[in-house]
T-cell receptor, first 114, second 113 residues
Framework: AQKITQTQPGMFVQEKEAVTLDCTYD???????LFWYKQPSSGEMIFLIY??????QNATEGRYSLNFQKARKSANLVISASQLGDSAMYFC???????????FGAGTTVTVRA | EPEVTQTPSHQVTQMGQEVILRCVPI?????FYWYRQILGQKVEFLVS????????KSEIFDDQFSVERPDGSNFTLKIRSTKLEDSAMYFC???????????FGDGTRLSIL
């Protein structure tokens, strides 16, 4: 069974600084995908970044980067140069190769301070 | 940029009534999904739909739930006889292929009274 763990329920970060959100996962499938989503207070779910288990490079998407450590089964999200609009809940999710569903972690709330 | 659209944004229904939540996935996407998020909790998978049939469903998706793609653009979730515990945000999502990122709509907040 898949399991996603996000151990940080909430984090504060100063504007313009970087923040790292932890995500560890557990799966026996060698082929899987890892995803991060942002959920602002308005409630929508916004796709941020994707990492495939066989990708050689860490994924990057603008100010978002994914620190993928396969042996440690971790897929931490790094947000660089934080902005006030980054304040939101962030979810890590995973999909195994044979699954259609995404399995989500409990989320981390990020609050950016001016 | 194309997006998934959901209607209504908020639905209030009496317990025991039927409710239909509507979604228009991104036009070239082939895979469709429903998730729900009870207030303050994690996002839970309900069902996935591909090639006009359910491809995967969770334990939550019991006989009270059904999905349908009535035409080439809409994708609906029906809850036959709502319970108080069905109160949640319901998200529709779609992806072009199975291994591609799923793009979510803005959700329908369902309140059961």
């Amino acid at each position: 069974a898949q399991k996603i763990t996000q151990t940080q329920p909430g984090m504060f970060v100063q504007e313009k600084e970087a923040v790292t959100l932890d995500c560890t996962y557990d799966t026996s499938d060698p082929s899987y995908g890892l995803f991060w989503y942002k959920q602002p207070s308005s409630g929508e779910m916004i796709f941020l970044i994707y990492q495939g288990s066989y990708d050689q490079q860490n994924a990057t998407e603008g100010r978002y980067s994914l620190n993928f450590q396969k042996a440690r089964k971790s897929a931490n999200l790094v947000i660089s140069a934080s902005q006030l609009g980054d304040s939101a809940m962030y979810f890590c999710a995973m999909r195994d190769s044979n699954d259609y569903k995404l399995s989500f972690g409990a989320g981390t709330t990020v609050t950016v301070r001016a | 940029e194309p997006e998934v659209t959901q209607t209504p944004s908020h639905q209030v229904t009496q317990m025991g009534q039927e409710v239909i939540l509507r979604c228009v996935p991104i036009s070239n996407h082939l895979y469709f999904y429903w998730y729900r998020q009870i207030l303050g909790q994690k996002v839970e998978f309900l069902v996935s739909f591909y090639n006009n049939e359910i491809s995967e469903k969770s334990e939550i998706f019991d006989d009270q739930f059904s999905v349908e793609r009535p035409d080439g653009s809409n994708f609906t979730l029906k809850i036959r006889s709502t319970k108080l515990e069905d109160s949640a945000m319901y998200f529709c999502a779609s992806s072009e292929y199975q291994n591609q990122p799923q793009h979510f709509g803005d959700g329908t907040r369902l309140s059961i009274l």
